[in-house]
């Protein structure tokens, strides 16, 4: 029987693996498991997440966008320069007489505050600080998206391997049928039609096993490179729990959607973004409007001549206020670029919100239908079991011809199919799901899926 009893997914432990995000942001690629190594869903995704080039790409962005807040900072701070500067001059007179050349030393330090604007700055930094937010909320949910990733290929390489000793047993019961053909033909039951026919559906069932091996091979590839190995790594992962009983998230589907909008770090990262553009207008406006500006400079002159040296201290201090007064429309364009911008990033948000509530809605009917399937499957497993054994024995004693049984044990093939099928979209239907609303809670007794 197979019950389901904890259905968190793995992105329920997000929280605890972002906890070693600076470990995971700079960790090196890691070496190749060991072949004899069985792996769990967890280890698989820790292992992801330190190893995958999405996640450090994702890192990269987030400290391009810490660096993009210090440079905005950096309108507040005063800017000074020094300057040191050596000139050697000669005149020449009317008369054509050179002068004594002269030499001049000349240190200087010079300072420019800004001290007052209508916003240009302040903006600037509020822009910066929510391209930040935007930035570690997409890390989050690139970190999601690799959990998610991650999760699908492992059921999927799960289940391919289920399916692929069901399809043995299919291809035992074949061979089965054949020597029962074969025995009856001895015995005069049957005639070599139903040896040939017994043939057929004997290289029918080992087709359908080389398909199914040639599928686990892709699949196991794809959860390697997920992983960040190289597709050839062979990964042994231990098998999913057999006892386990399906039922729903407690959480309705209008509290899943709600969810959905607090916690998608998507969602939240497109909210930041209109913020930042919001900031950004604010900067644009400023830049059209007066500000002020203290400036101030010392030095030093030392002229040389003839050997007589003479200096000449110099300072100045001075306030300026700059008043702008025609740019050729520049500021008022800048101005509508920016509000367009604002425009462009609400309706991403307005589009984005649409699109995950269908993924919500579709992940929760998925699921549903699989939590719904998993008991019809499991009673169309167990009667096409008994119809085949009734009919391999009728047959045996030659009551029944071989279409029936072979007729039973395609019937019984598909059943086993159809059971792995059914156990596969319950957990990859649970793993959207969670994936879809930002994180399903897990109840306090929860083990590790599967």
Do not use: C
């Amino acid at each position: 029987m197979f019950k389901i009893h904890n259905w968190a997914p793995l992105s329920t432990f997000l929280g605890a693996i972002m906890l070693t995000s600076s470990a995971i942001a700079a960790s090196d690629r890691m070496p190749a498991p060991q072949p004899a190594r069985a792996f769990t869903l967890m280890e698989l995704t820790d292992m992801a997440l330190n190893n995958n080039p999405k996640t450090k790409l994702a890192w990269a962005e987030i400290r391009s966008s810490q660096a993009g807040v210090e440079l905005a900072r950096a309108g507040y701070w005063p800017q000074i320069s020094a300057d040191y500067s050596i000139i050697r001059s000669r005149s020449v007179n009317f008369n054509g007489g050179a002068n004594s050349a002269q030499t001049r030393y000349e240190p200087s330090i010079s300072l420019s505050y800004l001290l007052w604007d209508f916003g240009t700055r302040s903006g600037t930094v509020d822009a910066a600080k929510y391209a930040l937010t935007a930035a570690e909320l997409s890390n989050s949910q690139t970190m999601q998206d690799v959990i998610l990733t991650v999760e699908q290929d492992y059921y999927q390489v799960l289940g391919l391997q289920v399916l692929e000793q069901a399809n043995k047993l299919s291809v035992s019961d074949a061979e089965t049928s054949l020597d029962a053909a074969r025995q009856n033909q001895t015995s005069g039951l049957a005639t070599v039609g139903d040896v040939y026919q017994a043939e057929a559906a004997l290289a029918g069932a080992q087709l359908t096993l080389q398909q199914t091996q040639g599928n686990l091979a892709v699949a196991q590839g794809t959860l390697a490179v997920a992983v960040g190995f190289s597709a050839d790594t062979r990964l042994q992962l231990t098998p999913w729990n057999q006892d386990v009983t399906a039922s729903m998230p407690k959480p309705t589907i209008d509290q899943m959607l709600q969810q959905a909008h607090e916690a998608r770090p998507e969602i939240l990262a497109s909210k930041a973004s209109e913020q930042a553009a919001i900031a950004n207008l604010e900067a644009t406006k400023g830049r059209g409007l007066p500000n002020l500006t203290l400036a101030a400079d010392a030095g030093r002159t030392r002229t040389v001549s003839n050997g007589v040296s003479q200096s000449a201290d110099n300072y100045s201090a001075g306030l300026t206020l700059s008043i702008p007064l025609f740019a050729g429309f520049g500021d008022e364009a800048a101005n509508k670029q920016a509000q367009a911008a604002i425009d462009i990033s609400q309706a991403t948000t307005a589009q984005l919100i649409q699109q995950v509530e269908l993924e919500v809605w579709q992940a929760y009917q998925n699921l549903h239908t699989a939590v719904v399937t998993l008991a019809t499957t499991d009673t169309q497993l167990k009667s096409a079991q008994q119809a085949e054994d009734v009919e391999l024995a009728r047959y045996h004693i030659g009551l029944d011809p071989i279409l029936n049984l072979l007729t039973a044990q395609t019937t019984l093939a598909n059943a086993r199919a159809q059971q792995v099928q059914a156990r596969l979209n319950w957990f990859t239907a649970l793993a959207a799901l969670g994936h879809a609303v930002g994180g399903l809670d897990a109840p306090s007794n929860a083990s590790e899926l599967p």
